[in-house]
């Protein structure tokens, strides 16, 4: 996961800007399904998601040459990228986040994001819930959580278990262990590859652009 | 294990890591057991931002549980299985130029394969950018010219117009790329006028004064007129410049020098007929306008 390798994120990138196709695949391979994830949770719609996931990668065949890995990560970028095609979409279409409650239609308490998401995986036409007066804030928040979701959902499940007992059940690394019978280092390990990977995908989000070697978050 | 005199930036960085995995650190690092730490980072500008960005990895993990449903849901958020192809496809169309060759360098058969999976976006009707066709028209202009070389003399006016075309092409899209690059950029959809229905698209980087407008919807310019694209403001229009075709597209893509600011609300775009002798200006009545 860290320094470069031609199979790195910057190895790969590297080849790219020579025009490698097999690189490019790659780094699809290996983000497209972050990105997509983030873009139709925002927007509700599987064809603009996948539109926004064609701008994106087009983006960074054409601009891989600008791309700095000591100013952050490949996915951070790509995702950055993401989020302001999937806002302009929203914008274009006059849509804000604060539009129908669907916590309501859902019938129980669960938070109006996971109702949308539940929705949205029915296959049923949702609308977005403001949790936040401001609609910018909401769209900012909505982001997030899809990035953290997208990049959860495709983490190797013994780094998404770790991390799942640790932030959903509050369970300190040594129980950790206990419950899951790995060794406390194993532990701790796939944790902290957990933590980097979305420490990573979240530097554009967030505007962390002071990556600090060794917790980068990068392949 | 206490920090030493002599403080290990990395020894704080991995304590801080090991600290960001188990729920509640911000709150044990406030406290006595974590004064050592706080008294660091208090001193320590690349260790307290590093402090800062586990502080936000961590709220946005919080934000988003339960994470469990992340996987359970996941089946609704999966990508097609054509989307890789699609990308790759668009890429190969669009995307600049990158290995030294001419993108269509292989034989005459290859533009087709390259659009066997035409972008999602056109077939459900939200066209916004015509990839398909720049990507089509950079193709066969790529064809012309690789069948005028082979051909002879009479096709070699045909391979200069390709040659131009592919450049032109190139350009619209490396320019359209760096716009929409910006975060700050501004889209507008261009009316058709008289009618009002959707014409056209003018994207603006004010970070790097480009601006591209497309339009799919102009006929052919008639003989002795061009399409002229201007900004106009408090009723003063000013040309931009004269709208290019490539097949059934027009487009202007460039660096807006001559306005010399930035496009603001209120600000008209369009694009209309005039004389092609005429020196400049910005025509007669627009036949496709927009407002920032």
New interface residues.
């Given amino acids: 996961m860290d320094g470069w390798t031609p199979e790195s994120d910057p190895g790969l990138m590297a080849r ?4 490698d ?1 097999d690189a ?2 790659a780094l ?2 290996r983000y ?2 972050a990105v ?2 983030a873009a ?2 925002l927007l509700g719609d ?3 998601a ?2 926004v ?3 994106t ?3 960074l ?4 040459d600008r791309f700095n890995p000591a100013a952050g990560s490949l996915v951070g970028w790509l995702l950055t ?1 993401a989020r ?2 999937s806002v ?1 979409r929203l914008r ?1 279409a006059g849509r804000r986040p604060a539009l129908v409650s669907i916590g309501g239609q859902s019938g129980d308490d669960m938070p109006d994001d ?1 109702a949308f ?2 929705v ?2 029915a296959g049923e036409p949702v609308g977005m819930a403001a949790v936040a007066q401001d609609p910018e804030d909401a769209l900012e ?1 909505s982001w ?2 899809g ?4 990049v ?2 495709g983490m190797p499940d013994t780094e ?1 278990v770790a ?2 007992l ?3 059940e ?1 369970l ?2 040594t129980e950790i262990a206990e419950r899951l019978g790995w060794p406390l280092g194993t532990v ?1 390990t796939r ?2 590859r957990a ?2 990977r ?2 990573g995908a ?2 554009g ?2 505007g ?1 652009g ?1 990556a ?1 070697g ?2 980068r978050g990068s392949r | 294990m206490p920090l030493g005199a002599h403080v290990d930036h990395a020894e704080v960085r991995e304590r801080l890591a090991d600290a960001a995995s188990e729920i509640g650190w911000q709150d044990r690092l406030a406290a006595e057991e974590g004064r050592e730490l706080r008294e660091h980072l208090a001193g320590c500008v690349t260790c307290r931002a590093d402090a800062a960005a586990w502080t936000r990895t961590t709220d946005a993990l919080r934000a988003a549980a339960p994470l469990a449903d992340a996987r359970e849901l996941a089946g609704s958020t999966a990508l097609s299985g054509d989307l890789r192809a699609r990308t790759i496809a668009l890429v190969r169309a669009a995307g600049v130029q990158r290995d030294g060759a001419p993108r269509a360098a292989p034989a005459p058969a290859a533009p087709r394969e390259a659009y066997a999976q035409p972008p999602a976006f056109l077939a459900s009707g939200r066209t916004r950018w015509p990839w398909r066709r720049l990507g089509v028209l950079a193709a066969a202009a790529a064809v012309v010219l690789l069948a005028g070389g082979a051909t002879g003399l009479q096709l070699i006016g045909q391979r200069d117009q390709a040659q131009a075309d592919v450049a032109d092409l190139t350009h619209l899209t490396a320019t359209l790329d760096q716009v929409l690059s910006d975060p700050s950029r501004q889209v507008v959809t261009l009316a058709s006028a008289p009618g009002g229905g959707p014409g056209g698209t003018v994207a603006w980087s004010a970070a790097s004064s480009e601006l591209v407008v497309i339009s799919d919807a102009l006929a052919p310019a008639p003989e002795g007129q061009l399409y002229r694209c201007w900004v106009e403001r408090n009723g003063v229009r000013t040309s931009v410049g004269r709208m290019r075709f490539t097949g059934s597209i027009a487009y202007w893509a460039g660096q807006m020098d001559s306005w010399g600011g930035t496009l603001a609300h209120g600000d008209r775009f369009g694009v209309s007929l005039a004389s092609a002798s005429a020196s400049g200006g910005g025509g007669g009545d627009p036949v496709l306008f927009g407002t920032f």
Avoid: H, M, P, S
């Fill in positions: 790219v800007v020579l025009g196709e490019f695949a699809y391979d497209a399904a997509f994830g139709v949770r599987r064809n603009v996948e539109e996931v064609q701008e990668y087009l983006a065949w054409n601009r891989a990228i302001n095609r302009d274009a996971e998401e539940r949205l995986a928040r997030t959580r990035v953290v979701r997208a959860i959902a998404r991390l799942e640790a932030y959903d509050g300190t690394q701790k944790t902290r933590l980097l979305l420490r979240l530097e989000v967030l962390d002071d600090i060794g917790a």
